[in-house]
């Protein structure tokens, strides 16, 4: 189970593949076909989409993982297809147009790439104020793609230029595990816990000394990303494992615990 929260609407992931939305909907990011043309935006409670709905789906169309921009929505698939809906005036969704989608729409992984008949899986998505970074996986290599809005170089593509689909970033991350949007500005880590940030820099957000925008993924010289079972991990001698028996039994093995510890 998870959930995201835009600006004004909600997702939550429930076990069984299972999406549901609610909030103001104006743009389509609610995902309810049923909406659009009807004047009605907003869902006072969680609705499921009904297109969604795992029941009738195969296991790999089901969705595994959400994102939520600020008036835009994604979804990822067990097979790692990526779905996209709602407010799409900057190409946020990556359909290769700036048309709103009012149900899940399923976006082209090779983005700006020839269709090469290779399989492309989305492994992670993570959604900005306007812009959207997929973890794409390429023929065994993981790539960082992004689309949308680009106006303080949040795309990482070099330049300021709004992207309608999918494209790579222009420097090379390689080894990349995970990405991260936040509203204008965006971060990527590898598997050897390098962190890169790029985009608006203004308020000091990219951590890089200075107020400036990065149009490129930028690394943080002298700094190291700890993956978190790394940071959480205990040894399993101080957590001794307590099994249920009887009240007098217990008394004794919980006594033995804190000796023990």
Same mark, same amino acid.
């Given at each position: 189970m998870s959930a995201s929260a835009g600006v004004t609407h909600s997702m939550a992931l429930a076990a069984d593949g299972s999406l549901f939305t609610w909030g103001n909907g104006q743009h389509g990011q609610l995902g309810h076909k049923s909406l659009e043309g009807t004047g009605v935006t907003t869902i006072m409670t969680p609705r499921k989409i009904a297109e969604l709905d795992p029941a009738p789906l195969t296991p790999d169309a089901r969705v595994t993982a959400i994102a939520a921009g600020a008036y835009h929505s994604m979804a990822l698939t067990v097979g790692g297809a990526l779905l996209a809906f709602g407010r799409n005036d900057q190409g946020a969704l990556g359909t290769g147009d700036k048309v709103n989608r009012w149900s899940p729409t399923r976006v082209n992984l090779h983005g700006e790439d020839a269709d090469d008949g290779k399989c492309r899986r989305a492994v992670q998505v993570s959604c900005g104020a306007s812009h959207t970074l997929v973890l794409v996986l390429n023929n065994g290599r993981m790539e960082v793609r992004t689309t949308g809005a680009n106006a303080w170089g949040q795309l990482g593509q070099g330049d300021r230029k709004e992207r309608c689909r999918l494209a790579r970033t222009v420097t090379p991350m390689p080894g990349v595990v995970a990405v991260q949007c936040g509203d204008e500005h965006s971060a990527a880590i590898t598997g050897r816990g390098? &962190?890169?940030?790029? /985009?608006? @820099?203004?308020? @000091?957000? &990219? /951590? &890089?000394?200075d107020d400036k925008a990065k149009w490129k993924p930028t690394a943080l010289k002298a700094f190291k990303v700890v993956h978190p079972e790394k940071t959480l991990r205990r040894s399993k001698r101080s957590l001794p494992v307590v099994r249920p028996v009887e009240p007098e039994v217990k008394r004794q093995r919980m006594a033995d615990v804190w000796h023990y510890m």
């Amino acid at each position: 189970m998870s959930a995201s929260a835009g600006v004004t609407h909600s997702m939550a992931l429930a076990a069984d593949g299972s999406l549901f939305t609610w909030g103001n909907g104006q743009h389509g990011q609610l995902g309810h076909k049923s909406l659009e043309g009807t004047g009605v935006t907003t869902i006072m409670t969680p609705r499921k989409i009904a297109e969604l709905d795992p029941a009738p789906l195969t296991p790999d169309a089901r969705v595994t993982a959400i994102a939520a921009g600020a008036y835009h929505s994604m979804a990822l698939t067990v097979g790692g297809a990526l779905l996209a809906f709602g407010r799409n005036d900057q190409g946020a969704l990556g359909t290769g147009d700036k048309v709103n989608r009012w149900s899940p729409t399923r976006v082209n992984l090779h983005g700006e790439d020839a269709d090469d008949g290779k399989c492309r899986r989305a492994v992670q998505v993570s959604c900005g104020a306007s812009h959207t970074l997929v973890l794409v996986l390429n023929n065994g290599r993981m790539e960082v793609r992004t689309t949308g809005a680009n106006a303080w170089g949040q795309l990482g593509q070099g330049d300021r230029k709004e992207r309608c689909r999918l494209a790579r970033t222009v420097t090379p991350m390689p080894g990349v595990v995970a990405v991260q949007c936040g509203d204008e500005h965006s971060a990527a880590i590898t598997g050897r816990g390098v &962190l890169f940030m790029w /985009g608006r @820099g203004d308020s @000091g957000q &990219l /951590g &890089l000394g200075d107020d400036k925008a990065k149009w490129k993924p930028t690394a943080l010289k002298a700094f190291k990303v700890v993956h978190p079972e790394k940071t959480l991990r205990r040894s399993k001698r101080s957590l001794p494992v307590v099994r249920p028996v009887e009240p007098e039994v217990k008394r004794q093995r919980m006594a033995d615990v804190w000796h023990y510890m």
